[in-house]
């Protein structure tokens, strides 16, 4: 006789590739014949965007480029900006039988640095690290025996996990028309313009991902008495992406990437407005408790039982912490004044003692001041702030964001002080490997000669699961329960056990 089953289909995302790629890129930029010689370079920047993405059968890739800026003095003084394109691209094949795929990337400038070959060409170089994520739909049918008979024994397990559901994908831009407050000079050149998005708000209201967010700009620019002036604005945005499905009380997690961005002054002779162009890819990902229900493992008390099983491996999202750290360093060159700071994150290391993982995550923050001699110069500091978080044996981690605050430097005649804010996510993720029944066949007993006993003592060797004494002695679970007054799952080593028979 076979066992009957009644099964139902899980529906979920699996994440069949994720992958982090570092990578850096140079280039050499020559110096317009129109400006004059490069003495020193004080200060390099980028804003990285994101041109193109496509996920097909056993391949995703990402291409960009990293608008990059230097500025340098000449010999006589004068502060000059070059600006460079300088190309990425992204590649990994994956093993995949799936048509469907989809390709999440966070792409991230890890750093930006320059330095003159000579008075005509300088070197760029920055850094790049893209994580590629694909995700296909994913079907599998778990069995259950709703009502089973009295002699059939059912070990069944519950695993609540975490996982992805759906994906939404919205490009969107934001033009705006950037005034400079009042006691601000009006601007006579823009020398550098850098873009950072933070959101404030996110969740799944039905069949949409809603989130609200802003976006920073950041200006370096000179007034008409040759002085430099840093100012940032916020600008507001609030947008939403489809959903396959609705998935209301689901965790949504929303990238946000540049795919252009240009900024400018209005053409007016005393300008004190910048023209702002960007375009922004939002992709959402929503993620859903789901609970796993299985039968791990079967007997039947009258008769022989051969079950067959079905073995899979799932993985889900464990936990998810938001970390806030300063870090905090300080460099022993005397300052007059601090002109402009900026912040790149490095690629976070791990190391796991136990079950503890101890992460650190560098960070690049490119300083621009003036010296005791009131002479324009750069630095880099490279501070870090390390984070600690518990896992399981089977788990791992990874920071899978990073979002700065407002750089504070303070310059004395003892060098610059840096304190620099970051909120960093960690997730915590593992690949659980399931055994279930999906099947069995069942054979009546061969009858035994002689008196069956009602009932027989036994004593545990060492803390033994009653499931498995009951399957031994081809009884149930509760009737040992009731019969020894047992609470729990397990018997402590050395009890003297009654068992009905």
Request: aromatic share 4%.
């Amino acid at each position: 006789m076979e066992l009957v089953f009644q099964d139902s289909q899980l529906e979920y995302l699996s994440r069949i590739l994720c992958e982090t790629v570092s990578q850096e890129q140079t280039a050499d930029v020559i110096i317009p014949d129109s400006y004059p010689d490069a003495e020193r370079v004080v200060d390099a920047f980028g804003t990285l965007l994101i041109r193109s993405e496509e996920c097909m059968a056993g391949s995703a890739s990402v291409a960009g480029v990293v608008q990059a800026g230097v500025l340098f003095v000449s010999e006589q003084g004068q502060v000059e900006c070059v600006q460079a394109q300088i190309p990425f691209s992204v590649r990994r094949d994956f093993s995949a039988e799936q048509e469907s795929c989809t390709l999440q990337c966070r792409c991230t400038l890890r750093s930006v640095d320059a330095r003159p070959l000579n008075s005509r060409k300088l070197l760029v170089r920055v850094g790049i690290s893209c994580t590629l994520c694909v995700y296909a739909p994913k079907k599998h049918l778990c069995y259950d025996i709703a009502e089973p008979a009295e002699n059939l024994q059912l070990k069944r397990v519950e695993l609540p996990l975490q996982m992805p559901l759906d994906l939404g994908e919205r490009s969107f831009g934001l033009n705006e028309e950037l005034e400079l407050p009042n006691g601000k000079p009006a601007i006579s050149r823009l020398l550098k313009c850098l873009y950072r998005t933070q959101l404030q708000e996110q969740r799944v209201v039905g069949s949409k991902a809603v989130f609200k967010g802003e976006m920073i700009v950041h200006a370096l620019y000179e007034s008409d008495d040759e002085t430099l002036h840093m100012h940032e604005w916020s600008v507001p945005f609030s947008q939403y992406a489809e959903l396959e499905r609705e998935s209301d009380d689901s965790d949504l997690q929303t990238m946000l990437t540049l795919t252009s961005a240009e900024t400018e002054p209005d053409g007016q002779i005393d300008s004190r407005r910048l023209l702002t162009s960007v375009n922004i890819l939002a992709q959402c990902l929503v993620s859903g408790m789901q609970r796993i229900r299985l039968i791990e493992d079967a007997f039947c008390t009258d008769a022989e039982l051969k079950p067959q099983f079905d073995d899979w491996q799932i993985s889900g999202v464990l936990d998810r912490q938001t970390f806030r750290e300063t870090a905090i360093t300080e460099s022993d060159e005397p300052a007059e004044s601090i002109v402009d700071a900026c912040m790149y994150p490095e690629e976070a290391s791990k190391q796991r003692t136990g079950e503890k993982t101890q992460i650190e995550l560098p960070l690049n923050c490119n300083i621009l001041y003036y010296d005791a001699e009131g002479k324009l110069r750069g630095k880099t500091l490279r501070p870090s702030v390390q984070l600690e978080t518990e896992l399981s044996e089977n788990a791992a981690c990874g920071v899978t964001e990073v979002v700065g605050g407002e750089l504070f430097c303070a310059a004395g005649s003892g060098g610059i002080a840096l304190r620099a804010p970051v909120s960093v996510t960690v997730e915590s993720s593992a690949v659980h490997s399931l055994h279930a029944v999906c099947g069995g066949e069942i054979t009546p007993l061969e009858e035994e000669s002689g008196r069956k006993p009602a009932l027989i003592l036994r004593r545990t060797d060492g803390e033994e699961e009653i499931w498995q004494i009951a399957k031994d002695c081809r009884t149930s679970v509760r009737s040992i329960q009731d019969a020894n007054d047992l609470k729990g799952t397990s018997v402590p080593e050395n009890t003297l056990l009654l068992i009905p028979m």
